[in-house]
T-cell receptor
């Protein structure tokens, strides 16, 4: 498809793990990203993964990449209330020719105490 | 001070009015972007500029124009605002490095009545 797809909403309890999924569009995308948007703020880069990697871990964050299925996931271990935000998946598509990123619709993560 | 500053942060205007959103950055990046965010639709690219003399249309440029006044300044104009341009607008910058990470401003919320 043409769109980067994400589910719109995820609710978890504090201390549980969160898994946010994304299906991207371009099998030749070189970098895949996860951005976080807190209320009233712009997007901030959380982490990224290069396309020749299957997994990347950074403290509580684990990114898994399945190139065959064009599937990207973000796992947040021991989710905290401060993790409540909107999470955007993005890809650097080869067809744009200029490296502008293509974003998904965002997944709103709600962490319940 | 923020590295990417957008003004105004909030604006309410009427149909047919001309509106300018301004963006300035202190990161020294050559590349600047304007995105639009609508609930459930993620971010859509309006225009991008890779240097002062390089301006490119994004996915949804109709009804918008831009001006790159200097390396640090990139403004977005709505010549005749219409209600479906009500949205949250983000300016972003990037360096030409391989990862293509975007750095976002805090957003400008525009309401067109």
């Amino acid at each position: 498809g043409e769109d980067v797809e994400q589910s719109l909403f995820l609710s978890v309890r504090e201390g549980d793990s969160s898994v946010i999924n994304c299906t991207y569009t371009d099998s030749s995308s070189t970098y895949l990203y996860w951005y976080k948007q807190e209320p009233g703020a712009g997007l901030q880069l959380l982490t990224y993964i290069f396309s020749n990697m299957d997994m990347k871990q950074d403290q509580r964050l684990t990114v898994l990449l399945n190139k065959k299925d064009k599937h990207l996931s973000l796992r947040i271990a021991d989710t905290q209330t401060g993790d409540s935000a909107i999470y955007f998946c993005a890809e650097k598509r080869a067809d744009t020719g200029r490296r502008a990123l293509t974003f998904g619709s965002g997944t709103r993560l709600q962490v319940q105490p | 001070d923020a590295d990417v500053t957008q003004t105004p942060r909030n604006r309410i205007t009427k149909t047919g009015k001309r509106i300018m959103l301004e963006c300035s950055q202190t990161k020294g990046h050559d590349r600047m972007y304007w995105y639009r965010q609508d609930p459930g639709l993620g971010l859509q690219l309006i225009y991008y500029s890779f240097d002062v003399k390089d301006i490119n249309k994004g996915e949804i440029s109709d009804g918008y124009s831009v001006s790159r006044q200097a390396q640090a300044k990139f403004s977005l104009s709505l010549e005749s605002a219409i209600p479906n341009q009500t949205a949250l607008y983000f300016c972003a910058t990037s360096s030409p490095g391989a990862t293509g990470e975007l750095f976002f401003g805090e957003g400008s919320r525009l309401t067109v009545l």
